[in-house]
């Protein structure tokens, strides 16, 4: 007897993913319709005129063989994107046929901006109740299908009820729960409709052709999603140049998703200083804050090219959206006002505002460095003791400017355990003017601090420059420290230029920090030294 070695290598490869346990596919053209078969509704047959008892199964997949055995009711939701969206007409409900005939051809029309034209017509179960399936050729995220077509039907004073009107993509109000799930077609009582509505010959095949040709006729585009999505937004006067530059590159940046491993921190930081910076401006209301934001981030992550395939932490996505969320809301940033808004901003405004940024900056830095004190767990070196600060969710940047409340050579530790400066810190750290005489006590000048290569990737909270290289904890080599060289002296190079006419949008004020850029071209000129 011959035994045969599988292993065709000692070596293992760097990474192997674990297969799939999937179930058989029977290649059904109808099946294939329905892709998405997670979070699977499931119920007994009902007795005649009684309502199914739905339950949700979340332990495996619904598949293709289960439909087709038939021993119960079952339904689907939706996932990340979709191809087609569904309308639920019920029995009573004021826009049925049977109570107002011109109903669903307002509905039709009030669609069409969006490209959607035909739809394919049965009826939902023995209840009468109807379902219009409306496909489409493009994959959408399905939190913007649902919007644009709420949007729509509101707007033509068609509004989603429970019992009147329902989608499906849902507008979902809570990013953790799952989009609501509807019964498969063609189960017992489902019927297809001809253009009069009544039932007409009913088959797999014939529902599937009709799906084709309205296909055929629906365009639905991204651009379509856009413009419908834009009339919801609330407007604005203008929108800075830079203020401008900065959103298209973060969209440029978000809109190609995954296209590969090891990429999910940096989307997810992208994606959390768009929508804490812009999303009010972009879609009207109050600016993100706190949960909201976090759910909104987890919304269009999930929704991007790529994410099941590539994103690794999709186990943990809810826990990456928190801790980027509150990485962009203790930033430098804060949500867009608008060019209007910021000439109309007094010098007092802007000058309060600042020092307030200022004092919450150093007062986490204190709250942090007195936290890992009390623990015994403040390092003695430079790098290991910055890390433990930024998972504080405090920057590298902000830890350079306050350097002498975290730097071992600038604090000492008081004898009744209390962390006291050796120096006192300046009321307003962005003003060009120097302090009064001894205000300020000159340290050692302590060179510029580049993390090392394995440290968590940081959310620079400054300007796109650093973003562009990953914030100033995450260069280490001397390559590194040339790219930073080189960007410092562009920006002092634009700080000799007169200001634009728009000029300073607020996003813009670090160019307006100039002892800060001056100090940081001083400490890399050191690092050549060392």
């Known amino acids: 007897m011959t035994v045969t070695n599988c292993k065709t290598s000692t070596k293992s490869p760097a990474y192997q993913p674990t297969p799939k346990f999937e179930y058989v596919p029977e290649w059904d053209e109808f099946l294939e319709l329905f892709p998405h078969r997670f979070d699977y509704l499931f119920a007994p047959h009902p007795d005649p005129g009684d309502r199914p008892d739905w339950q949700t199964e979340s332990r495996h997949p619904l598949t293709d063989r289960l439909i087709m055995q038939g021993a119960r009711l079952f339904g689907v939701r939706f996932g990340p994107t979709t191809n087609y969206l569904l309308l639920d007409i019920d029995r009573k409900s004021a826009y049925h ?235 430098e940033y804060y949500p867009y006002k608008g060019k209007e808004h910021a000439a109309a901003l007094s010098e007092d405004q802007k000058t309060n505002w600042n020092l307030k940024q200022a004092e919450e900056a150093q007062a986490r830095i204190l709250a942090a460095v007195t936290d890992l004190k009390s623990q015994n767990a403040l390092p003695e070196g430079i790098g290991a003791r910055a890390k433990a600060l930024e998972a504080y969710g405090i920057s590298g940047s902000t830890l350079y400017k306050y350097k002498a409340l975290w730097h071992p050579k600038t604090l000492e530790p008081a004898p009744d355990g209390l962390l006291h400066p050796v120096q006192e810190i300046e009321a307003d750290p962005r003003s060009p003017e120097p302090a009064p005489d001894g205000l300020l006590h000159p340290v050692e000048t302590i060179s510029f601090y580049l993390g090392s290569e394995d440290a968590p990737p940081a959310q620079s909270s400054s300007h796109p420059f650093f973003e562009a290289v990953g914030g100033c904890g995450g260069l280490s080599t001397a390559d590194g420290i040339a790219h930073l060289r080189s960007i410092v002296a562009a920006i002092q190079h634009r700080q000799s230029q007169p200001p634009a006419p728009d000029d300073p949008p607020p996003d813009e004020r670090w160019f307006r920090s100039t002892n800060l850029w001056q100090q940081m071209a001083i400490d890399l000129e050191g690092e050549d030294d060392g």
Not at 151 to 173: D, M, S, T, W, Y
Not at 298 to 323: F, K, M, N
Request: aromatic share 12%.
């Open 97 to 331: 046929p049977a109570r107002d005939p011109q109903a669903i051809a307002r509905i039709v029309e009030a669609l069409e901006p969006l490209g959607l034209y035909k739809y394919v017509a049965i009826t939902s179960s023995y209840s009468g109740g109807i379902h219009l399936y409306f496909p489409f050729p493009w994959k959408h995220p399905s939190w913007s299908v649902a919007q644009a077509v709420e949007i729509l039907l509101e707007r033509a004073g068609l509004k989603l009820n429970r019992g009147q009107l329902e989608l499906f993509p849902n507008p979902k109000k809570d990013a953790q729960s799952l989009y609501n799930g509807h019964r498969l077609p063609l189960q017992a009582g489902s019927y297809l409709l001809n253009s009069e509505f009544e039932q007409t010959f009913t088959s797999r095949a014939e529902f599937v052709n009709r799906w084709r040709f309205a296909w055929m006729h629906n365009g639905f585009g991204a651009d379509q999603i856009e413009r419908t999505l834009s009339l919801q937004r609330k407007k604005y006067r203008t929108m800075g140049t830079s203020a401008q530059k900065f959103l298209n590159d973060l969209n440029a940046e978000i809109k190609t998703g995954w296209t590969g491993h090891g990429q999910t921190n940096n989307l997810i930081g992208r994606i959390a200083l768009r929508e804490y910076i812009f999303y009010h401006y972009t879609h009207g209301g109050d600016p993100l804050h706190g949960i909201p934001l976090i759910e909104r981030i987890v919304d269009v992550a999930t929704s991007l090219p790529g994410y099941e395939e590539w994103c690794r932490h999709q186990h943990e996505i809810y826990c990456c959206a928190e801790y980027w969320a509150r990485c962009a809301e203790l930033s």
